[in-house]
């Protein structure tokens, strides 16, 4: 799965609009001002990868060998690697994905 694939499946998981201009990552969002497009990347904002962890209870687990793990307890969503918010993103995804 690409990072495209990974965020897009992520802003879903999250209830977000996916906007028109989706390949360059963006997502449609109610404003002050009206509908706006934002960015939206959880790979790289670390205020959007938790706020995946915090709306699916997502649980986080670091080994002494400096490696995240991110996981669903009751779900068989799981990754394990040295980015946590690629860890974060990856178990999101997975999830979703299942979902779909």
Known sequence: MTDLEMTRLCAE???LEIGPDWNQ??????????????????LQI???AFALVRKLGMSIGRYADDQWNAWMPMYP????GLDLNRCIVECAAMLQAAKE
């Open 13 to 15: 998981a999250m209830g």
């Open 25 to 42: 990552g963006y997502v449609m969002l109610g404003g002050y001002n009206g509908i706006v497009p934002s960015r939206y990347d959880p």
């Open 46 to 48: 670390d205020a959007q």
């Open 77 to 80: 969503a799981q990754s394990e």
